[in-house]
């Protein structure tokens, strides 16, 4: 059974720092693309970033783009996201996903989804 838990959300201030971890079981972790979407209420879930099966290409979404940052270690399954300089309207659910074919700011490209972790940033 596959499993991506997400944690590390919370409340922060705004421009203050939040580091997401996603942690991958019932899978070959080096075999999947990773992403992160969010959705904030009332809105359609968006890309955030995404990161290939070897870490060695990343793309982000212009919102996030330098401030946010994203890795992983296929040693420990687990795929990060380092968000700095977070504003309020980074206020959302954030979902990490995997993807078995590419990297993608597609969702359908996305095999399995985490239940994600809330983060809300206060003005």
């Known amino acids: 059974q596959v499993q991506l838990v997400e944690s590390g959300g919370g409340l922060v201030q705004a421009g203050g720092s939040l580091r997401l971890s996603c942690a991958a079981s019932?899978?070959?972790?080096?075999?999947?693309?990773m992403g992160w979407f969010r959705q904030a209420p009332g809105k359609e879930r968006e890309f955030v970033a995404s990161?290939?099966?070897?870490?060695?290409?990343?793309y982000y979404a212009d919102s996030v783009k330098g401030r946010f940052t994203v890795s992983r270690d296929n040693a420990k399954n687990t795929n990060y996201l380092q968000m700095n300089s977070l504003k309020p309207e980074d206020t959302a659910v954030y979902y990490c996903?995997?993807?078995?074919?590419?990297?993608?700011?597609?969702?359908?490209?996305?095999?399995?989804w985490g239940q994600g972790t809330q983060v809300t940033v206060s003005s």
């Open positions: 996903a995997a993807s078995p074919l590419i990297m993608s700011r597609v969702t359908e490209v996305y095999k399995y």
């Open positions: 990161i290939s099966k070897s870490g060695g290409t990343t």
């Open positions: 019932g899978l070959t972790f080096s075999n999947y693309a």
